[in-house]
């Protein structure tokens, strides 16, 4: 029996009620009614019985309620990481369950507002810039997760800045900013294929002084040796 008035001991039995009426009687509807009575009546700051009434909806397909449940656990949680990985969680359920980018970004950024290397966060949030065709905060979005990528992944850089480049001609219509940003791909780990595309961005664009800057160093270069 819950002594009147003794609130916490009323919240852990209301918590048990919750787990036995989904795990020993598998009625998840009552357990669901059980939580939100907890929250409303009981403790509205409850984090636990959040967390456990959020898993109920997300199993239950239920994802609207799943993500409003989840930003009030994202504000009670107390460890960042905690914040951090509702954050992660509200931001995919948005994108990939509810088709809804625009409250999926709000989300990612949240956690970048936190932790603003978070990797994860700033692929996603990147991404859905550009779904948006918010295309100068997509390039700024890319340009913050190349600061973090590390020197010796060359690869990955290479990659991300031919990215930039191409977004910043197509998109933004700046061929100038964009002949700079291959002309970095080339500068951190130049080819054969960086080259070449350093020859059709000056071609296309018709930045012969640029291009020819670039062979005048390349000759140099060449002539130097290894």
């Known amino acids: 029996l819950v002594v009147p008035g003794d609130r916490e001991r009323a919240c852990e039995a209301a918590m048990e009620r919750a787990g036995i009426l989904e795990e020993r009687l598998g009625a998840p509807t009552e357990a669901i009614k059980a939580l939100d009575q907890l929250i409303r009546e009981l403790d509205p700051n409850h984090l636990e019985a959040h967390t456990a009434l959020r898993r109920l909806y997300e199993t239950r397909g239920e994802f609207d309620a799943a993500v409003r449940i989840a930003e009030r656990e994202m504000y009670l949680a107390p460890e960042p990481a905690r914040k951090i990985a509702?954050?992660?969680e509200i931001g995919q359920i948005c994108r990939d369950r509810l088709n809804n980018p625009t409250r999926a970004l709000q989300a990612y950024t949240r956690v970048l507002d936190l932790e603003p290397e978070q990797d994860e966060a700033l692929s996603a949030a990147a991404d859905l810039l550009a779904r948006l065709g918010r295309w100068k905060e997509h390039v700024a979005m890319l340009e913050r997760?190349?600061?973090?990528?590390?020197?010796?992944d060359a690869d990955a850089r290479r990659t991300l800045i031919q990215r930039i480049a191409t977004v910043t001609a197509d998109k933004l219509r700046d061929p100038k900013a964009a002949f700079g940003w291959?002309?970095?791909?080339?500068?951190?780990?130049?080819?054969?294929?960086t080259l070449a595309d350093l020859r059709r961005a000056g071609e296309t664009h018709g930045l012969w002084r640029e291009l020819a800057d670039v062979l005048a160093e390349e000759r140099k270069r060449a002539l130097a040796g290894p």
Not at 182 to 193: I, K, L, N, S, T
């Open 182 to 193: 291959w002309c970095r791909a080339h500068a951190e780990a130049g080819d054969d294929q």
């Open 145 to 152: 997760t190349l600061a973090v990528l590390p020197a010796e």
């Open 86 to 88: 509702r954050g992660l």
